[in-house]
């Protein structure tokens, strides 16, 4: 009697025993790894489904579409960044500019960890927006403003606490800084290294604090 265990056959997942809550974690986890690694327009269904070990049928439980999924892969994506823009610009152990600045720090550490293999999804995905369904823009732009805000919110604290001017316009500053980190964060990707971060936030708080 043969006791060896039956060699699975290939080209399926095998099967894994996990709770609906638990596939559909794995699949909006993996979505924002490998979405902020490579983009939207060149991440396969396949590729995802490979990684987690899940079969298609389970896949298309969840999402109708790879267009349903990018967009409950963003808003994930966008929930987690909110909460760590809390995080970062409402530490009451720091100033508010201070706080700016640990933020970069921490963007400066998350890049080095995945030896700049990963990015800003929301950046990602705005470079592919004339290749991504018409969905995409909205959302995304809600995004990127409910960013703003956060920063905006914490600049404003700067003014009360005379970091910063009371003629400053903090929502224009609040835009103007994401336009640029979205460049920093890309170039940062180019050169392999957090030197544009860097460079990026000195120029800010230089234009603001002078």
């Known amino acids: ?53 899940v079969p298609k049928g389970s896949f298309y439980h969840y999402f109708e579409s790879k267009e349903a999924f990018g967009q409950a892969v963003l808003k994930r994506y966008a929930d987690y960044f909110a909460r760590k823009l809390d995080r970062c610009f409402s530490d009451p152990s720091l100033s508010p500019l201070q706080r700016l600045s640990h933020f970069v720090e921490e963007a400066k550490l998350g890049m080095a960890k995945y030896r700049f293999r990963r990015g800003c999804l929301v950046g990602n995905l705005g470079q592919e927006v004339l290749v991504l369904p018409d969905s995409f823009r909205e959302q995304l732009e809600l995004t990127l403003l409910d960013w703003e805000q956060r920063l905006s919110a914490c600049l404003e604290e700067a003014v009360e606490l005379g970091e910063l001017s009371s003629t400053c316009d903090c929502r224009a500053l609040a835009a103007f800084f994401w336009v640029g980190w979205e460049g920093a964060v890309l170039r940062a990707r180019l050169v392999q290294d957090v030197r544009p971060l860097e460079i990026f936030l000195q120029g800010f708080l230089a234009g603001i604090t002078r």
């Open 1 to 53: 009697m043969n006791s060896t265990n039956p060699t699975p056959r290939r080209g399926r997942p095998p099967k894994i025993a996990r709770e609906h809550g638990d596939t559909l974690e794995l699949l909006l986890r993996c979505g924002m790894e490998i979405l902020t690694e490579q983009g939207f327009a060149a991440t396969g269904i396949d590729a995802v489904l490979k990684r987690v070990q």
